[in-house]
Nanobody, 124 residues
């Protein structure tokens, strides 16, 4: 059984930085692309960032480009999301997910396993 556990979310102020982690188990982590998604109150879950199996390729939604960085440590079975220059509109529950179809897939139905999420709140 694949398990994904996110951590690192908290209340921060606008302009602050935060790093989220997602620890994976139950699958050969290094074989799969990973994605980060977020869901703000009253909104649909949306794609944030993705990374390929080796960590050499990544992609981002336009609203976070230049501010967020996705990375992974396959030795630790962990994927990270470094978030800088946070804005109130970044407030959401952040989820990691495994992407069996690769890093280029950015839809929620393209992911097969999800974590339970970690809440990031950015105050103005």
């Amino acid at each position: 059984q694949v398990q994904l556990v996110e951590s690192g979310g908290k209340l921060v102020q606008a302009g602050d930085s935060l790093r989220l982690s997602c620890a994976a188990s139950g699958r050969t982590f290094s074989l799969y692309a990973m994605g980060w998604f977020r869901q703000a109150p009253g909104k649909e879950r949306e794609f944030v960032a993705a990374i390929n199996f080796s960590g050499g390729i990544s992609k981002y939604t336009d609203s976070v480009k230049g501010r967020f960085t996705i990375s992974r440590d396959n030795a630790k079975n962990t994927v990270y999301l470094q978030m800088n220059s946070l804005k109130p509109e970044d407030t959401a529950v952040y989820y990691c997910a495994t992407s069996p179809q690769g890093w280029a897939v950015t839809t929620t139905d393209g992911m097969d396993y999800w974590g339970k999420g970690t809440l990031v709140t950015v105050s103005s």
